[in-house]
């Protein structure tokens, strides 16, 4: 993530929001364009989001409730994906890259385990910020 957009999110996680273009780019000190293109990163990731206040033609950005769940529940996908993606390229490959089937075996083995225990991480913190009433 590039560094003004992990600075906007990290204003944003600490403070909530909404700020307007103007009202970030001033707290963190950068350009409003810079401003413009990591929020709109951070929108696209679902880790912020845009709202509008009755009355006022700019945008402002908040926290998105449920962002780094749904974070990390893309990252799962990306992850299954891998891990098929990698298997099913082993599998196509001639007997005589034994070496390269092996090595993508791993990488498949490693994706599934990998999305498998952050999928269970997960459920296990959702369930427990719902018992605290967090989410």
């Not at 696209?44 to 529940?73: N, T």
């Not at 992850?79 to 090595?103: C, F, I, V």
């Not at 490693?110 to 997960?122: F, I, Q, T, V, Y």
Request: charged share 25%; proline share 4%.
């Amino acid at each position: 993530m590039p560094r003004i957009a992990g600075r906007l999110f990290g204003l944003l996680l600490i403070e909530g929001g909404p700020f307007s273009f103007g009202e970030l780019a001033d707290r963190l000190q950068v350009s409003r364009g810079s401003i413009s293109t990591n929020a709109r990163l951070l929108d696209d990731l679902g880790l912020i989001e845009r709202v509008a206040k009755p009355g006022d033609r700019q945008d402002y950005y908040r926290i998105a409730p449920e962002g780094l769940v749904s974070l990390f529940r893309k990252q799962v996908a990306k992850l299954r994906w891998s891990g098929e993606y990698y298997r099913s390229t082993a599998e196509q490959l001639p007997d005589h890259m034994g070496h390269a089937k092996r090595r993508l075996t791993v990488a498949a083995t490693c994706a599934h385990k990998a999305a498998e225990g952050l999928e269970r991480g997960l459920a296990e913190a959702e369930a427990i910020l719902e018992e605290q009433n967090v989410a």
